[in-house]
């Protein structure tokens, strides 16, 4: 059963490169042109290049398709004014929402990374916070880096010890490679808690990581084709050296 669950999942993932190549390519042209920049990130904050482009280029090839529609002056300053209740929209390359990285600033602060990486941010609810937030949202660099604050995260909060270093589950970085980048992909993608080292359940992302939910409709219907996002990240990872 599992086999066949496994082969027909790879098949979704090649019909939708297929259907989407031009901007698939277009995605990896941007990416290979990148590659030496986002490297350098990566090896800063000590996460798989390689792990870190194949979670995110399932947005990318999405990207591509819109071309950033929602990124306007005026959406931008709806958030910096009211928040993420005025303004939630996936924004650009890597498709990151205002409240996705809120989340994000406010674990890495209590996560003891700060110190490590001397990478602070200013959480408060406040419009100059909110700004540089957006600000840094534009940015392709900047978002790159959040993706490997990401990654740092959620090995963290769903590894193996807890906070004191002592064995608390079995983690996300037991497991074998091709899982770790579905699991990955679908906490990017679907969202998971931030909990404290060693504490998230890695099982809680597993029972999500074979839903249908990721599309390229700017307008979704119910007829709208959707794909298992884990397994799109998973066929690109398999491409790259």
Known sequence: MLCGLLARAQEDAVLFRAQHQTQWDEAGEYSTVHHAAWKNICDFFEVDQKLAQAVVFPEMVRYNLFRDRMETAAVKGSYVSRGTKAFDFSIGRFQM???FV???EKRW????FPEVYKAY????DTQFARRARIERLS???WQYVYLAMFIKLF????GSVDKSGEWSQEGIESLPPEDQVRLLATAYN???RWVNPGVGPVEEIAARSTEHHFHLSFMPTESTPRYVYGDIALLRWEELD
């Open 121 to 124: 941010f200013d959480t408060e």
């Open 155 to 158: 090995y963290l909060d769903y």
């Open 97 to 99: 929402k205002p409240s």
């Open 139 to 141: 940015d392709d660099m």
């Open 109 to 112: 602060m209590r996560s003891g």
């Open 102 to 104: 809120e989340g994000l």
């Open 190 to 192: 679907r969202g998971c």
